[in-house]
């Protein structure tokens, strides 16, 4: 497993969990188009039968979660046995994440209600001596390093001792003692371990906008400086080189496109470039711990890319295609001997299945369908599409029709435009439960990445700097009248969703072209600049400076930053609009939506508000995912037939 350095990315990302259902297909009397039938809403939005398999370090077992309760927990096989054993009980929150730190026990973490403060659990294989490594009250764990050398250890970070940045801890997992590896001068935002579990790396902001490496070359020295960029390009470090000497990572120095670069921390120089590609970002490289080669790096275009240096990783991913031809792959674990995998597939139209792969005997045994009620013959092609802006740029993204309908013949449709969060995040391709919903339901759906997108180069990303309801929402814009000029769109039936920034979007939308959308669905938005940038987690704040350079500072900006909120401008409002919000919500506060509410009401202007107690940012507990779709989906086939 990659050394990564978890780094506080500024997104705003919904979590989105759901499954589907089949149901025959008729034929329609109109245009002789094949229509699926109406599939129940809880077959997209339930949780899967079993998901998140992992397998032991010594291959003996896998891992996977189910649900108990309404709730994802772990539970453990043995290889070859029929029954599993369930570790967690969680009946509040869903366990958020785990992994294997040794061959005899299970970590996991899980916050409370949604408020992003993750504690860290440790759990026997036989579902004993489960351990609350991290039981602090409002304190946030992260994993830092999972020292697959070192069954008694990991590396840790809290926000323990200061609330805005991550001291590293070296954990002892039969004790539970807590050592403080280096205490956080207050800069630091990740730190990075060597192959032999040294704290050799971090990296730090400087006055806000600029971002500097800090190295050593053994724990015995104090840290250095050796290299300082603006925020807005750098050298990413991901791993050391095998002997422990140079760095890989990504790299956008002197570059639009990011690339995997080999870095000398003694020279602060690229030794050499490892792998670029002229049109996307390479931000992503894997390796092989046990051949000590580097195996793979990826990107994405429309789809997940790879481009191999390792001919055996090429041979395997190869062999394993053959058997599974028509699905993407990837690979969710592996065992030290690197002999055993978990293979998952998927595609547009399939949250796809698990499987078991043996290299030594080329042998793929298939373990669980992760919903075995979805049947993808029902479901919808995600069509890559791209369109210009009005000032020249290259817009890509996705186009998803009912059932039954091709560009060619899709004529006067209802559409949802679905502006994704982060903002500086992407939409990609596969299974998504919302967009197959809302085309089951007779909607076509268009995802758009916008100017700000990751993955499409500097320039592309830093043209949304300052442009938060501006250029960026005319992306959004373009991309609706691209679908009414090709006639796809009926154009009084366009509603516009997203969640957090894509809430934003919506309202945004709303605001700027009252006459465009029929209907707004915001789902856990932004709705006052203000507001938002004061109540930010307290380990935001070190990038508040970067935040300001993004979005626009609160006082230099503050005219055009009250020309971008939303909550100041309901008087342009005409289409209804339905809001759902997280109480507990850490990224957009629960203000945001209370505020938009007011407004809304202050104008004699009802608005539909659904707000959960037992939810952060989006809704993960699986009755109120189905109480959230149940209430969109009325509300726009209220707005939209």
């Known amino acids: 497993m990659p050394k990564l350095i978890p780094i506080l990315y500024l997104s705003i990302i919904v979590l989105i969990i759901g499954c589907n259902h089949n149901e025959n297909v008729k034929k329609s009397n109109e245009n002789n188009i094949l229509k699926a039938k109406q599939i129940p809403l809880e077959d997209f939005f339930k949780n899967p039968e079993k998901s998140s398999y992992k397998i032991s370090p010594n291959g003996d077992y896998y891992s996977f979660m189910a649900p108990y309760n309404n709730r994802m927990n772990i539970f453990i096989q043995k290889r070859g046995d029929t029954n599993s054993i369930q570790l967690t009980y969680e009946k509040d929150r869903d366990v958020a994440g785990y992994f294997w730190p040794n061959d005899n026990q299970i970590m996991f973490l899980k916050d409370d209600g949604g408020d992003e403060n993750y504690h860290l659990y440790g759990v026997g294989i036989d579902g004993s001596n489960l351990i609350p490594y991290t039981d602090f009250k409002g304190v946030r764990a992260q994993i830092i390093d999972d020292l697959p050398d070192q069954d008694e250890f990991v590396i840790i970070g809290l926000n323990k001792r200061n609330k805005q940045v991550f001291d590293p801890y070296r954990l002892n997992l039969s004790t539970g003692e807590l050592k403080m590896i280096a205490e956080n001068p207050g800069n630091i935002q990740g730190w990075m371990f060597d192959h032999d579990g040294k704290l050799r790396l971090a990296t730090a902001i400087v006055d806000g906008v600029n971002q500097s490496i800090l190295y050593r070359e053994s724990e015995d020295e104090e840290f250095r400086t050796i290299i300082t960029t603006n925020f807005k390009e750098g050298f990413s470090p991901q791993f050391f080189t095998f002997d422990n000497k140079n760095i890989i990572g990504s790299s956008n120095l002197g570059r639009d496109k990011s690339a995997i670069v080999e870095f000398n921390p003694l020279t602060a120089k690229e030794v050499k470039v490892l792998y670029a590609n002229d049109d996307y970002d390479v931000s992503g490289v894997g390796y092989s711990y046990k051949r000590k080669v580097i195996t793979a790096a990826y990107y994405n275009s429309w789809k997940s890319e790879r481009h191999y240096f390792d001919s055996i990783s090429k041979s395997i991913f190869e062999k394993i295609q053959n058997q599974l031809p028509g699905y993407e792959i990837g690979l969710t674990g592996i065992n030290k001997e690197e002999n055993i995998l978990i293979v998952r597939t998927y595609s547009d139209k399939s949250l796809g299945a698990y499987y078991i792969y ?256 037992d939810e952060g940012h989006g809704f993960r507990n699986e009755e109120n995912r189905f109480e959230f779709y149940r209430a969109m989906e009325s509300f726009l086939s209220k707005q939209l037939n």
Do not use: C
């Open 358 to 613: 043996s290299t030594e005997e080329n042998s793929l045994e298939k373990i669980v369908e992760v919903s075995p009620w979805i049947d993808e013959n029902e479901m919808s092609n995600q069509l890559p599409i791209q369109y210009s802006s009005r000032d020249g740029l290259n817009i890509n993204g996705y186009l998803t029709l009912p059932k039954g309908y091709t560009i060619e013949n899709a004529k006067n449709l209802p559409v949802v435009i679905n502006p994704h969060g982060g903002p500086w995040a992407r939409d990609g391709w596969g299974f998504n439960p919302e967009i197959q919903f809302l085309a089951n339901r007779g909607y076509a759906v268009l995802q758009m990445n916008f100017r700000g997108s990751t993955g499409y180069g500097r320039k592309f990303w830093e043209a949304s700097f300052k442009k938060w309801g501006r250029e960026m929402q005319d992306d959004i814009t373009d991309g609706t009248k691209w679908l009414i000029e090709k006639g796809i769109a009926d154009s009084n039936k366009i509603a516009i969703y997203g969640g957090s920034y894509g809430g934003y979007a919506t309202l945004m939308g709303l605001v700027k072209e009252p006459e465009l959308y029929a209907a707004g669905v915001d789902y856990v938005g932004v709705s006052n600049m203000f507001t938002f940038m004061k109540t930010i987690p307290p380990y935001w704040e070190p990038m508040l400076e970067m935040m300001y350079e993004m979005v626009g500072d609160l006082e230099k900006d503050s005219v055009m930053l009250r020309e971008v909120s939303p909550v100041f401008h309901v008087d342009k409002i005409k289409a209804p609009l339905f809001i759902a919000q997280g109480r507990n919500d850490p990224r957009v506060n629960v203000d945001e939506s209370d505020q938009m509410v007011e407004a809304m009401k202050n104008r004699g202007v009802n608005v539909e508000y659904l707000v959960k107690d």
